[in-house]
């Protein structure tokens, strides 16, 4: 089945260290974005990128590293200079062509915990 | 830069009655896409319906139809006979057409929708 799995589903990281969250995707998507969702609010752009080898930050972006090295992945690290790094992670991709399908499809989310 | 903006934080409706989620966004391009997305309490995100703005008639799914005023930068969403099932966070969202490094899909703060049995 095509779809886009994030993992793990929940994170837990301990002060000062770097986690990356893994986001895989088999719809031949160009496009993948990562969002971050903090309790009872919307969805925050961290980074995004159109193209292998290439990605934009996003409105949120400091404390957070991503590489585009494959068109089907496109891992998230939160580094320890992101100081408040407990959310929801969201992982998204989306075709670059105009029509029909042209919504982004989500993976299930990283819960992520610092402890 | 495009911005979207939901103005309702939370709605309450009655089952089987009908409700109207708002959305408003800014934008210079003249096409585009606009979507509604579903967050329900598994935080799985389901799109909802979608509409493609150079389309000027209104987008309907089963109970869900969308007002589309492009002049007025507007995208509301009304759900018809409402059910449990559709209690959640509602998110509005921008992605423009053209492509590029920066085309980036854009959405509001959301609106979450309680169902009163």
């Known amino acids: 089945d095509g779809g886009i799995t994030q993992s793990p589903k929940y994170l837990f990281r301990k002060e000062g260290q770097n986690v990356t969250l893994s986001c895989e995707q088999n719809?031949?998507?160009?496009?993948m974005y990562w969002y971050r969702q903090d309790p009872g609010q919307g969805l925050r752009l961290i980074y995004y990128?159109?193209?292998?080898?290439?990605?934009q930050k996003g409105d949120i972006a400091e404390g957070y590293s991503v590489s585009r090295e494959k068109k089907e992945s496109f891992p998230l690290t939160v580094t320890s200079a992101q100081k408040n790094p407990t959310a929801f992670y969201l992982c998204a991709s989306s075709t670059q062509r105009t029509g029909l399908n042209a919504e982004a499809f989500f993976g299930q989310g990283t819960r992520l915990t610092v402890v | 830069a495009q911005t979207v903006t939901q103005s309702q934080p939370e709605m309450s409706v009655q089952e089987a009655e009908t409700v109207t989620l708002s959305c408003t966004y800014d934008?210079?391009?003249?096409?585009?896409?606009l979507f509604w997305y579903k967050q329900p309490p598994s935080r799985q995100m389901i799109l909802v319906i979608r509409?493609?703005?150079?389309?000027?008639q209104n987008a309907t799914e089963n109970r869900f139809s969308v007002n589309f005023q492009k002049a007025a930068k507007s995208f509301s969403l009304k759900i018809s006979d409402s059910q449990l099932g559709d209690a959640a966070m509602y998110f509005c969202?921008?992605?423009?057409?053209?492509?590029?490094?920066?085309?980036?899909?854009?959405f509001g703060t959301g609106t979450l929708l309680a169902v009163q049995p």
């Open positions: 719809l031949n998507h160009d496009a």
């Open positions: 990128s159109q193209i292998v080898n290439d990605f």
């Open positions: 969202a921008y992605r423009s057409v053209y492509g590029g490094a920066t085309n980036k899909l854009i």
């Open positions: 934008t210079s391009e003249s096409d585009y896409y």
């Open positions: 509409q493609e703005a150079y389309k000027q």
